[in-house]
């Protein structure tokens, strides 16, 4: 049990290259994290009202899910870690813009650029994919995407110091800082070549079996979900709970934390067991989570319940590892932008949704979401672990 908690020794284990990937993805969550959680305050301070903070995530959503096609093709022809070095560069103007920001729509241009950014994830996932060791898949997809929440774990405690002296507009010259270390460290991570062209299959392949469709179901399921109360729960917090930004900060890295320990664990659980029963679990702590948060009356209390709530892209990565063992070549490349681009339109529609309930009823966004995450635990208990095969539980 406690070689299981051992978080550090997943990231030693993982292949130098992705060791390196992991350390480059941490300094840039680290960055982000600085100001996340206090970011839709930011957007009030700069007078969007809920349907408007709504609205600036679902269009920045939009513009990461038009990338992610045209990424996974990219990472079909293109050397990899060239890829990821580019996008990685064009989030560092957007924290600059942010911070020159009057009113909320000023940062919309800084958003879009900031998003497009992304269209390296099919090429990351193809890297991490090609880099690990193919026995241990799911286990790799968890220990090297572990980086993003442990990032942000510890960011948001440093952005509530500063906030002691600062603003939040001034947070975002520490992201920049942290930006730019983060793409100098991607130059020592290794060379990977275009995925081989597997001419067998289209490079943009539609889900046709059973298990593609419902983890479909699920990737887009799990971030329509996510997104209704993750982009309102800072506001939530500050308007039911009368809590600062610094506290906020803080519980943002609370919730950080349970999405780094938990995809670790879950990994492995995907790994020597079943994806389906790991998944499951994820759903269901993440359910629990969100109810919790609604019906506790204490901050203190609502401690552990955003640490489940963290929980909630885990089960992800763990389809992601379904993904990468069922088809090999260049088809890899468009089959992750493709599912990548479904999942961040499911972030369109649950930030739209999020804001107007939110509008409605703060409680409602919590409501839909726990409900929401039990459908999904369901799902992938009764289909993920009936259509994996033992040998493809990697």
Same mark, same amino acid.
């Given at each position: 049990?406690?070689?299981?908690?051992?978080?550090?020794?997943?990231?030693?284990?993982?292949?130098?290259?992705?060791?390196?990937?992991?350390?480059?993805?941490? /300094?840039?969550?680290?960055? $982000?994290?600085?100001?996340?959680?206090?970011?839709?305050?930011? /957007?009030?301070?700069?007078?969007?009202?809920?349907?408007?903070?709504?609205?600036?995530?679902?269009?920045?959503?939009?513009?990461?899910?038009?990338?992610?096609?045209?990424?996974? +093709? +990219?990472?079909?022809?293109?050397?990899?870690?060239?890829?990821?070095?580019?996008?990685?560069?064009?989030?560092?103007?957007?924290?600059?813009?942010?911070?020159?920001?009057?009113?909320?729509? *000023?940062?919309?241009?800084?958003?879009?650029?900031?998003?497009? &950014?992304?269209?390296?994830?099919? #090429?990351?996932?193809?890297?991490?994919?090609?880099? @690990? *060791?193919?026995?241990?898949?799911?286990? &790799?997809?968890? #220990?090297?995407?572990?980086?993003?929440?442990?990032?942000?774990?510890?960011?948001?405690?440093?952005?509530?110091?500063?906030?002691?002296?600062?603003?939040?507009? *001034?947070?975002?010259?520490?992201?920049?800082?942290?930006?730019?270390?983060?793409? $100098?460290? /991607?130059? !020592?991570?290794?060379?990977?070549?275009?995925?081989?062209?597997?001419?067998?299959?289209?490079?943009?392949?539609?889900?046709?079996?059973?298990?593609?469709?419902?983890?479909?179901?699920?990737?887009?399921?799990?971030?329509?979900?996510?997104?209704?109360?993750?982009?309102?729960?800072?506001?939530?917090?500050? *308007?039911?709970?009368? +809590?600062?930004?610094?506290?906020?900060?803080?519980?943002?890295?609370?919730?950080?934390?349970?999405?780094?320990?938990?995809?670790?664990?879950?990994?492995?659980?995907?790994?020597?067991?079943?994806?389906?029963?790991?998944?499951?679990?994820?759903?269901?702590?993440?359910?629990?989570?969100?109810?919790?948060?609604?019906?506790?009356?204490?901050?203190?209390?609502?401690?552990?319940?955003?640490?489940?709530?963290?929980?909630? !892209?885990?089960?992800?990565?763990?389809?992601?590892?379904?993904? @990468?063992?069922?088809?090999?070549?260049? &088809?890899?490349?468009?089959?992750?932008?493709?599912?990548?681009?479904?999942?961040?339109?499911?972030?369109?529609?649950?930030?739209?949704?999020?804001?107007?309930?939110?509008?409605?009823?703060?409680? &409602?966004?919590?409501?839909?979401?726990?409900?929401?995450?039990? #459908?999904?635990?369901?799902? @992938?208990?009764?289909?993920?672990?009936?259509?994996?095969?033992?040998?493809?539980?990697?």
């Amino acid at each position: 049990m406690m070689r299981n908690l051992n978080l550090l020794a997943s990231i030693q284990a993982l292949p130098r290259d992705l060791r390196l990937l992991f350390l480059s993805l941490f /300094l840039w969550t680290f960055g $982000l994290g600085v100001y996340n959680y206090v970011w839709s305050i930011y /957007l009030r301070n700069l007078g969007a009202l809920p349907e408007q903070v709504g609205l600036v995530y679902s269009v920045g959503f939009l513009a990461a899910a038009a990338s992610m096609i045209p990424g996974g +093709l +990219l990472a079909n022809k293109y050397e990899l870690r060239t890829l990821i070095i580019i996008s990685w560069a064009m989030s560092l103007p957007p924290p600059v813009m942010f911070y020159h920001a009057r009113v909320w729509p *000023d940062v919309i241009p800084g958003l879009l650029i900031l998003q497009v &950014s992304g269209f390296s994830l099919p #090429a990351f996932n193809a890297y991490i994919s090609t880099a @690990s *060791d193919q026995g241990k898949m799911a286990s &790799s997809f968890g #220990a090297v995407y572990a980086a993003a929440p442990l990032g942000i774990v510890i960011s948001p405690a440093m952005g509530s110091i500063l906030l002691n002296w600062l603003q939040i507009r *001034d947070l975002f010259w520490v992201s920049f800082a942290f930006f730019s270390v983060s793409t $100098l460290v /991607l130059f !020592r991570v290794g060379r990977q070549p275009p995925l081989e062209t597997d001419k067998s299959h289209p490079l943009i392949e539609l889900p046709k079996s059973s298990l593609e469709k419902t983890i479909l179901i699920l990737l887009a399921g799990d971030t329509i979900a996510y997104s209704i109360t993750a982009s309102f729960l800072p506001l939530y917090f500050q *308007d039911i709970y009368h +809590l600062t930004n610094v506290q906020i900060q803080l519980l943002g890295a609370v919730q950080s934390l349970g999405g780094a320990v938990l995809a670790i664990l879950l990994g492995r659980w995907a790994t020597r067991r079943n994806p389906g029963g790991a998944m499951a679990a994820g759903f269901l702590l993440v359910s629990g989570g969100v109810a919790g948060i609604a019906l506790t009356a204490s901050p203190f209390l609502v401690l552990p319940m955003v640490f489940f709530f963290g929980t909630a !892209r885990a089960p992800s990565l763990v389809s992601y590892s379904i993904l @990468s063992g069922l088809k090999k070549g260049g &088809s890899r490349g468009g089959r992750f932008g493709l599912y990548l681009t479904l999942e961040q339109l499911g972030f369109v529609i649950g930030s739209s949704v999020g804001g107007f309930l939110y509008a409605m009823g703060p409680v &409602s966004v919590l409501g839909v979401t726990s409900v929401s995450f039990l #459908a999904l635990a369901g799902l @992938s208990l009764l289909r993920i672990e009936k259509l994996v095969p033992p040998q493809k539980q990697t």
